[in-house]
T-cell receptor, first 117, second 114 residues
């Protein structure tokens, strides 16, 4: 069974500083990996996803993530954080279901990002 | 395009009452998912449908929970009877029937059972 670990529950960074959110996954085959962001009172919005190919993927809002198979990691990065980036971030791993169909995602427990002005 | 639409957005109900949450997936999407989010357990997949057929309901907590998808544009998640421990945010999500497609989430139904 697949699983995702986000070791940091809370992270605080200063506006303008760089950001890295950690994500480690467990899956027996090539994983499909995702980062979602959730603002307070809102649903989850996709930031970026990795299926194959280039291991460095670009997403919306200036975010990027790098897939490292040897470390089973898919860390999210942003060079310069803005106050509006304060939110909760979820890493997820997807597995093609045996019967075919939509992607079934398993989520990490999330990392709450606080941005200090 | 309209996203995934959920109703109600907020509901407060008394223990023992029936709760019905509704979801309209994105038009053209044929996979639908129900997730539950709590502080203690995070995001849990309850059930998902493919072409209106339930594929995996192993995440449904117990018999008090049931989900239906009578057609491609509507799904319900019902809790009967409700209990305080059911208080959570329930998300509906949809995607196209391809494992590489993005799952789009609704804004959630915030349920409080008192």
């Amino acid at each position: 069974a697949q699983s995702v670990t986000q070791p940091d529950i809370h992270i605080t960074v200063s506006e303008g500083a760089s950001l890295e959110l950690r994500c480690n996954y467990s899956y027996g085959a090539t994983p499909y990996l995702f980062w979602y962001v959730q603002s307070p009172g809102q649903g989850l919005q996709l930031l970026l996803k990795y299926f194959s190919g280039d291991t460095l993927v670009q997403g919306i809002k200036g975010f990027e993530a790098e897939f490292k198979r040897s470390q089973s990691s898919f860390n999210l990065r942003k060079p310069s954080v803005h106050w509006s980036d304060a939110a909760e971030y979820f890493c997820a791993v997807g597995a093609p279901p045996l019967t075919g169909g939509g992607n079934k995602l398993t989520f990490g427990t999330g990392t709450q990002l606080k941005v200090e002005l | 395009d309209a996203g995934v639409i959920q109703s109600p957005r907020h509901e407060v109900t008394e223990m023992g009452q029936e709760v019905t949450l509704r979801c309209k997936p994105i038009s053209g999407h044929n996979s639908l998912f129900w997730y539950r989010q709590t502080m203690m357990r995070g995001l849990e997949l309850l059930i998902y449908f493919n072409n209106n057929v339930p594929i995996d309901d192993s995440g449904m907590p117990e018999d008090r929970f049931s989900a239906k998808m009578p057609n491609a544009s509507f799904s319900t998640l019902k809790i009967q009877p409700s209990e305080p421990r059911d208080s959570a945010v329930y998300f509906c999500a949809s995607s196209l029937r391809d494992s590489r497609n993005t799952i789009y989430f609704g804004e959630g139904s915030w349920l409080t059972v008192v």
